[in-house]
T-cell receptor, first 113, second 119 residues
């Protein structure tokens, strides 16, 4: 699976937009980009997934440039409850009929009042 | 609550003791995964079941670790002769079978985890 690089930590304030960028220079043609969120003492939770261009759901937007060597998770108007660790994962869909997730260390986002 | 459940949520044991954790996946999910997470790190894959068949085991899963899913529903993870290095959060996740459906979210549903402390 492609290795990902993302900032170790970020700080923001309530109401601001937060953009977390992930680098994945060795992404393969079959790879999708997936983001998970994890609160303390909880399991990770799926946020969003994309292959190219832009994907938006009720929680976040995911921007993927044409070369797909990076992606940006955008969280609009964050609140204190968005304080969490955010993981960027890259991997092929259903290779071998399943897909184990390979997590890096993630980005610790702290939202301040 | 129809999410993934894990029991116990916390376990403190002494080195050398055996421990067993249980995971109940979402009922219609036939795929079940175990991960381990240490402080400050992301989860690491341990093993995967499709129904009752254990299809992959990570090299992290030493001989002291064994996982089962006897009827293709709940799963257990046992650690024998625990060591202090086994202290971690053990996470279970499940997902439905969606073969060949490109573009479907790569989503696994995680439980709350079992935090193991080995003294």
């Amino acid at each position: 699976l492609a290795k990902t690089t993302q900032p170790i930590s970020m700080d923001s304030y309530e109401g601001q937009e937060v953009n977390i960028t992930c680098s994945h220079n060795n992404i393969a043609t079959n790879d999708y980009i997936t983001w998970y969120q994890q609160f303390p003492s909880q399991g990770p939770r799926f946020i969003i997934q994309g292959y190219k261009t832009k994907v938006t759901n009720e929680v976040a937007s995911l921007f993927i440039p044409a070369d797909r060597k990076s992606s940006t998770l955008s969280l609009p108007r964050v609140s204190l409850s968005d304080t969490a660790v955010y993981y960027c994962l890259v991997g092929a869909m259903f290779s071998g009929g399943y897909n184990k997730l390979i997590f890096g260390a993630g980005t610790r986002l702290a939202v301040h009042p | 609550d129809t999410g993934v459940s894990q029991d116990p949520r916390h376990k403190i044991t002494k080195r050398g003791q055996n421990v067993t954790f249980r995971c109940d996946p979402i009922s219609e999910h036939n795929r079940l995964y175990w991960y381990r997470q240490t402080l400050g790190q992301g989860p690491e894959f341990l093993t995967y079941f499709q129904n009752e068949a254990q299809l992959e085991k990570s090299r992290l899963l030493s001989d002291r670790f064994s996982a089962e899913r006897p009827k293709g529903s709940f799963s257990t993870l046992e650690i024998q002769r625990t060591e202090q290095g086994d202290s971690a959060m053990y996470l279970c996740a499940s997902s439905p079978a969606r073969p060949g459906l490109a573009g479907v979210p790569n989503e696994q549903f995680f439980g709350p985890g079992t935090r193991l402390t080995v003294l």
